[in-house]
């Protein structure tokens, strides 16, 4: 016997329908156009004041211009309805769009870091006035877009990519500013390929953690705030319940973690209980306990199992 069971929570950010990234797509576009506005602004600085690292900054705001721009298609795609060929709709399409954003954030700052070490062996003479005043237009521009995102970054994967692109946007209009700033005062033109290195560096080590996070659920890891020896004791412990094989926990996209299982239970148990008693005793030990967005649970009888060609755990 088989039985589904969605269980939703709520977080004060994500609808009750569509995925957790639906909530902040208003956000998303308000920060993908000021990311434009200011890419084209940097670009413009950087190319007047001759500082690779405002150039840097803007490169880098044109790829996260990029990743918004496919966190909100992605968003539009994942919202769709189920098909009968797509059970879980698009839903995923925000995992490939969180995936695409770490491919391109690992291009920018390899580029950085390369072209940076080229500067420091022949310096450019770099402009420090005009670099503050273009680097503080970014700044304030990034502080905005970090407070639009603050909160879904939390729940979405795909929005914590956009996120971690615009923070690190945050971190190298600072960069850019301390190196133009000992450029004016003491004439030390290598402070701009120095800046476009940290920029580079703190780029690499949170894209390499989102890429981490976002595989684990292209290969349908466990969701990480589900223990799944905490869930097999919670399950066991219930009633009537003899053993339980085929538990299987992932995540179709960020705040849609699925769980099924296959739950042995006794004869004198189900005729005690019932059927119905027993799954929602199920379901509420999963809802009370574990985030899980759908359970599903297939009653069986002791033996059944041996019949199942399966993956156990």
Partial sequence: MGA??????THGGPPPTGTAAAAYKG???IALGITLTVMVVEITGGLLADSLALIADAA???TDALGLAMALLAIHFANRPPSLSRTFGYARAEILAALANCLLLLCVGGYVLVEAI???ITPAETRGGLT???ALIGLFAN??????LMRGQKESLNVRGAFLEVLADALGSVAVLISAAVIMTTGWQQADPIASLVIGLM???RTVK??????NVLLEAAPKDVDMGEVRAHILALPGVEDIHDLHAWTITSGMPVLSAHVVVSGDALDSIGHEKLLHDLQGCLGDHFDVEHCTFQLEPSGHAEHETRLCL
């Fill in 210 to 215: 989102l890429l981490h996070e976002t595989l």
């Fill in 143 to 148: 502080m905005i877009s970090l407070a639009l």
């Fill in 118 to 120: 080229h500067r420091l």
């Fill in 132 to 134: 503050i005043v273009f």
């Fill in 60 to 62: 880098h705001m044109a």
């Fill in 4 to 9: 589904g069971h969605d269980h939703g929570h």
């Fill in 27 to 29: 956000r998303l576009s």
């Fill in 203 to 205: 780029i690499v080590p």
